[in-house]
C-alpha cells in the first residue's frame, strides 16, 4: 500500500506517516520509482502507534515497545509491562506536580482577585 493509501486508511496526515518512519516506528519499502510501500500490517502499526502516544508514551520508547505487542491489538508482551509500569509512575508523578503548580497558581490568582476586590 501506498503512504496516500495508509493516509486515507488510518486518517493519520502523511507527514506524520513519514515522521513515524524517521523515529523508527513504521516501516516501508521503496519501490523502483522511489515511492514508499507500506506491507498489509502498516494499518495495524499506525494505531498502536497512535494508541501509545494517546496514552503519553514518547517515540523513543514507543520505538522499543513496536516488536512487543501480543496479537492484533494493543496488547503487550509481559516482559515490557514493567516498562509501562515505570512509564505510568512517571506519568502520575508529572500530574502531581502540576496539580501542585496548578493549586499555587489558583492560590495566586485567588489573592490577587480578593485584593483588586478591595481596594
Known amino acids: 500500500?501506498?503512504?496516500?493509501?495508509?493516509?486515507?486508511?488510518?486518517?493519520?496526515?502523511?507527514?506524520?506517516?513519514?515522521?513515524?518512519?524517521?523515529?523508527?516506528?513504521?516501516?516501508?519499502?521503496?519501490?523502483?520509482?522511489?515511492?514508499?510501500?507500506?506491507?498489509?500490517?502498516?494499518?495495524?502499526?499506525v494505531a498502536r502507534i497512535r494508541a501509545l502516544l494517546a496514552a503519553g508514551l514518547p517515540t523513543r520508547v514507543?520505538?522499543?515497545?513496536?516488536?512487543?505487542?501480543a496479537g492484533d491489538?494493543?496488547?503487550l508482551q509481559e516482559c515490557v509491562l514493567g516498562h509501562l509500569t515505570t512509564q505510568l509512575a512517571e506519568l502520575d508523578s508529572r500530574i502531581a506536580d502540576l496539580t501542585q503548580a496548578r493549586t499555587a497558581l489558583r492560590d495566586i490568582l485567588d489573592a490577587s482577585t480578593r485584593a483588586l476586590a478591595h481596594a
Open 62 to 69: 514507543i520505538r522499543d515497545l513496536m516488536p512487543c505487542f
Open 1 to 45: 500500500m501506498k503512504i496516500g493509501e495508509l493516509s486515507r486508511e488510518t486518517g493519520v496526515a502523511i507527514r506524520l506517516l513519514r515522521y513515524y518512519e524517521d523515529q523508527g516506528l513504521l516501516t516501508s519499502h521503496r519501490t523502483e520509482g522511489g515511492h514508499r510501500q507500506y506491507g498489509p500490517d502498516a494499518p495495524a502499526a
Open 73 to 75: 491489538g494493543t496488547e
